[in-house]
């Protein structure tokens, strides 16, 4: 049985866990729980104290079931930025949709009940800039800090929550045989994309030297 299966278990004796948004009212920000038809939760948070500069004022983030790295509880996660007044498309994908995969360490009861842990983790732990540059050193094979698509955790610290990275966890997310296959086939694709771009300035080249031929005749 899996993490979450146990939390479906125990959702009627939960007034924040069920099959229904709630919503947290509370500024200055918003929280959406809610609970996908597979049992993965999904979270919805409107910052109202959000940077204008950084282009978005909301993070959404869908936990799956945990596993064991490094002997520490991690969770397959995606995560997505978006403007909370941007129209949403049905079907299509959109800011809300456009998840990236990170694995994060989750206290997943302070999550659903303490906002300010919540806050924590949708502000600082999954700040964008933050996550992007994790992930850019995880299609690495030897970048300064080994991380394999892994961006931490949030833990209390003089009273208040803080964002850690366990060193020991990104390497072995960094080097594990899922990442490694990753970064192989990421290769490969930017391999053809300069391929394609040879190709295309080779046409280019060809046609305008078809021009000048015939300009000079």
Request: hydrophobic content about 30%.
């Amino acid at each position: 049985m899996g993490f979450f299966d146990k939390f479906k278990n125990k959702k009627e004796n939960n007034n924040i866990i069920n099959d229904n948004i709630i919503q947290q009212n509370s500024m200055p920000h918003e929280i959406l729980y809610s609970r996908e038809e597979n049992g993965n939760f999904e979270i919805d948070f409107l910052d109202h104290q959000a940077d204008f500069k950084q282009l978005y004022d909301s993070t959404r983030l869908i936990v799956s079931d945990p596993k064991i790295i490094s002997n520490k509880l991690v969770y397959d996660c995606l995560v997505s930025w978006y403007n909370n007044s941007d129209a949403e498309y049905i079907g299509q994908v959109d800011s809300r949709t456009d998840y990236k995969h990170v694995l994060a360490e989750l206290d997943m009861n302070l999550l659903l009940k303490d906002e300010n842990y919540c806050r924590a983790v949708m502000v600082n732990l999954l700040d964008k800039k933050r996550v992007e540059k994790y992930l850019a050193s995880s299609l690495e094979d030897y970048p300064e800090i080994p991380c394999g698509e892994y961006v931490g955790g949030i833990t209390l610290k003089d009273n208040s929550y803080k964002k850690y990275f366990d060193v020991n966890v990104g390497i072995c997310a960094h080097f594990s045989e899922e990442m490694t296959q990753k970064r192989t086939i990421y290769k490969l694709q930017q391999e053809q994309k300069r391929q394609d771009k040879i190709n295309s300035n080779k046409e280019k080249i060809q046609k305008l030297q078809q021009e000048i031929e015939e300009l000079e005749r």
